[in-house]
């Protein structure tokens, strides 16, 4: 089977989505007579040509991280240069990568949906969606530090490979967490009110000199704007 | 007819804008505090957006969402929001950089091909924005609504 990838990371190669692409296409060509040729969203020029291989391929993976709750623009820019299909005969086979910063699958779902009628928008059978949360370093983390993830999507490319779908119960597992509940929230509730989970940015911020500057507001209007702009709403 | 019920409006038409993807480098966040990196006209976008009570997101539906151009635009708002962790209706979301954001407005232009689930996945978006964004969806309109209603209920939020 030859597998047709779209990397829609704004980062392209250097990307998370790329570190999670790699562990599921070493997956999938772990078995059998598999091929798989990638081409990367993040080149807009590119669009024209990318939009003819994918209306050529059978198989297409698309994979991209989660950007305000939706697909980067560039990916959107693509999706509009994607010619609508001749006739309603089923094109092929698609299914979708969405990786996000936030750790709660749930963020990554509106998207989903969007992708499936897409699917159907572009007369493709929908395989399913991957979704991982927690992805922000995930292309800076060792092999050890990301084992179960590196795992998860191994298996489910291996899986893909040999029958052509995604096996939903390394899928489910490979979400969790879908929402934040119990123990687990009220932990974090109180660990963010304390400051924690800062010192990642902290130290970026620390290393570019510009930690004084962290709480700025650069783009507020003078104050007096502000109270009058206020009072005329009211 | 906003201008005419004492708003003050300010418009961007998008097109006209010079205006560069965003990259995911976080410089906003940890090398220029609040300011993209990359200097094009979203700044403009971004100073009028943080000072403003409402912002309206019109946009015409093309492949079931709103434009690449308008997500142009949205991606680089990221500088109004801070690294640091929030946890807002149970969800992980980023702090709040400035005081007050504005409310969210949406009004779309059907395509041929738009059904009701389209539109009803971009309201479900939408309202996920608008919780990142520190604010909330008030309205979708259609531009197929009369205008004089448009305007009316937005005088009576
Ligand atoms: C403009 C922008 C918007 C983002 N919006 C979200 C979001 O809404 N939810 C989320 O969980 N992560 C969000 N992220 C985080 C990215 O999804 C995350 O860092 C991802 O791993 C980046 O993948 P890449 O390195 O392949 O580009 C956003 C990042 C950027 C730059």
């Known amino acids: 089977m030859k597998l047709t990838v779209f990397n829609g990371s704004p980062k392209g190669k250097k990307g998370n989505t790329q570190t999670l692409l790699d562990h599921f296409l070493s997956g999938f060509l772990s078995g059998g007579n598999h091929t798989c040729e990638t081409f990367y969203l993040n080149e807009i020029n590119g669009h024209e040509v990318n939009a003819i291989n994918f209306s050529r391929a ?7 991280p989660l950007y305000h709750d939706s697909m980067p623009a560039v ?14 005969d089923v094109q092929g086979d698609i299914f979708f990568i969405i990786q996000s910063g936030f750790p709660e ?16 928008r572009i007369s493709r059978r929908y395989l399913g969606t991957i979704v ?8 800076h983390r060792s092999d050890w530090m990301a084992k179960k993830i590196f795992k998860s999507l191994y298996g489910l490319g291996k899986f893909y490979g040999n029958g052509g779908s995604l096996d939903q119960k390394i899928l489910h597992q490979l979400a969790q967490p879908e929402t ?4 687990t929230l009220l932990f974090l509730k109180t660990g963010i009110k304390l400051g924690f989970m800062r010192s990642q940015f902290d130290r970026m911020l620390k290393k570019n000199r510009a930690y004084e500057r962290r709480f700025d507001k650069p783009f507020l209007d003078s104050k007096e704007h502000k109270v009058s702009s206020k009072q005329e709403h009211s | 007819m906003l201008k005419n019920s004492h708003h003050q409006v300010t418009v961007f038409t998008l097109r006209e804008l010079d205006l560069k993807y965003c990259i995911g480098c976080f410089g906003c966040w940890v090398k220029t505090p609040g300011l993209c990196v990359i200097s094009d006209e979203s ?6 957006y943080i000072n403003s009570d409402l912002v309206i997101f019109a946009s015409p539906i093309i492949m079931g969402f709103t434009s ?14 801070h690294p640091y962790l929030d946890i807002v209706q149970n969800e992980f979301h980023h702090a709040a950089r400035y005081d007050r954001y504005p409310s969210f407005g949406l009004l779309l232009k059907k395509g041929k091909d738009t059904d009701d689930e389209d539109l009803e996945i971009i309201s479900a978006i939408y309202r996920r924005n608008a919780i990142n964004l520190r604010t909330s969806l008030l309205f979708v309109k259609l531009m197929e609504d009369s205008p004089e209603r448009i305007v009316y209920e ?3 939020l």
């Open chain 1, 75 to 88: 990916v959107k820019a693509f999706i509009e240069m994607l010619p609508s299909p001749s006739s309603h």
């Open chain 2, 154 to 156: 937005i005088n009576s």
């Open chain 1, 105 to 120: 699958a749930n963020h990554s779902r509106y998207l989903e949906r969007y992708f499936k009628k897409l699917a159907t």
């Open chain 1, 58 to 64: 059978e198989h297409i993976l698309m994979a991209m």
């Open chain 2, 68 to 81: 690449a151009l308008l997500k142009k635009v949205h991606d680089k708002l990221l500088p109004l929001l």
């Open chain 1, 132 to 139: 991982k949360g927690g992805c922000n370093d995930i292309s």
């Open chain 1, 180 to 183: 934040l509940k119990g123990v």
């Open chain 2, 43 to 48: 700044s403009l976008v971004c100073r009028a």
